[in-house]
């Protein structure tokens, strides 16, 4: 495994790297950000929904996200069904884990629809041992070789399996993309919507319609900074909107500005640095 870096967040000394092909199923990422010096101008980063539980050990002074803040410690962060607003200031030194839809669960035995209710004194005894492992370390190649060794020992001692109807849910919508519809993935399902609905807002903090939502606008989004000949209407089309009006209302929803705007916002960044925003 090899980490990476991204030339926007350079003063942030941001490092991310993917999980070990044991992990894979439940990691996306590992990442930090490190400033030995002041970040004195506020600047906000997008982090888009895509049904991501966050994990941040923050050793650093708190970090504002959207109308709330990360705090010093451990913090879970719930999954959304919008785009946040991550504002990088003052001295930063955090590491982070993001886990894929559903591995709260299967991980920490944590029902994704209970997160917010719970406070730091409520979360596992392991994440609070792993919390000072990696303080002890010092480089991202240690921390993430000492959260891997965590969170296979944790693993060892739960693997909880969400349910299948919800496993083969995610694998319908995530492989047809954009060109799928709900009538279409309940024909498949061994259970009806109403309990798929239960069991989604339960192991993914999400309603089966908000998932299927950010996960168009995802489409779209990438179609938006990578096709700029392609039209609003044909990206609407293509990322299965059921008309142009339908996308302006969800794209706006999701990440808090028009399709349009987002387009021209990146005109003016790196080729090569679109595709992390």
């Not at 990206?235 to 021209?264: L, W």
Request: net charge positive.
């Amino acid at each position: 495994m090899t980490s990476s870096t991204l030339p926007h967040l350079a003063d942030a000394a941001f490092l991310r790297q993917q999980a070990s092909q044991a992990l894979r199923p439940y990691v996306s990422w590992y990442w930090q950000m490190f400033s030995a010096n002041t970040i004195s101008q506020c600047r906000n980063e997008f982090m888009h929904a895509n049904g991501s539980v966050l994990v941040t050990f923050n050793y650093g002074q708190a970090l504002a996200m959207d109308k709330g803040e990360i705090q010093s410690g451990i913090t879970i962060s719930r999954p959304s069904d919008v785009s946040r607003l991550l504002a990088l200031r003052g001295q930063l030194s955090c590491f982070g884990i993001l886990l894929k839809p559903g591995a709260v669960y299967s991980i920490f035995n944590i029902p994704a629809n209970k997160i917010a209710q719970l406070t730091p004194a409520d979360y596992p005894i392991a994440l609070q041992h792993l919390h000072y492992q990696l303080a002890q370390v010092e480089t991202f190649e240690r921390r993430v070789i000492e959260a891997e060794k965590a969170l296979l020992r944790i693993l060892d001692k739960t693997r909880l399996s969400i349910p299948h109807s919800v496993k083969l849910g995610l694998q319908y919508v995530q492989s047809m993309q954009a060109s799928f519809s709900i009538q279409d993935l309940m024909r498949q399902m061994p259970v009806g919507q109403r309990q798929l609905e239960r069991h989604f807002q339960e192991h993914l903090g999400l309603t089966l319609k908000q998932y299927s939502r950010i996960i168009r606008v995802g489409h779209a989004r990438q179609m938006l900074k990578h096709s700029p000949a392609a039209s609003l209407a044909d990206i609407a089309i293509n990322s299965g909107f059921f008309d142009q009006s339908h996308f302006h209302r969800d794209f706006n929803r999701v990440v808090g500005m028009a399709p349009g705007r987002y387009r021209k916002r990146q005109i003016h960044i790196p080729l090569q640095m679109r595709s992390e925003y």
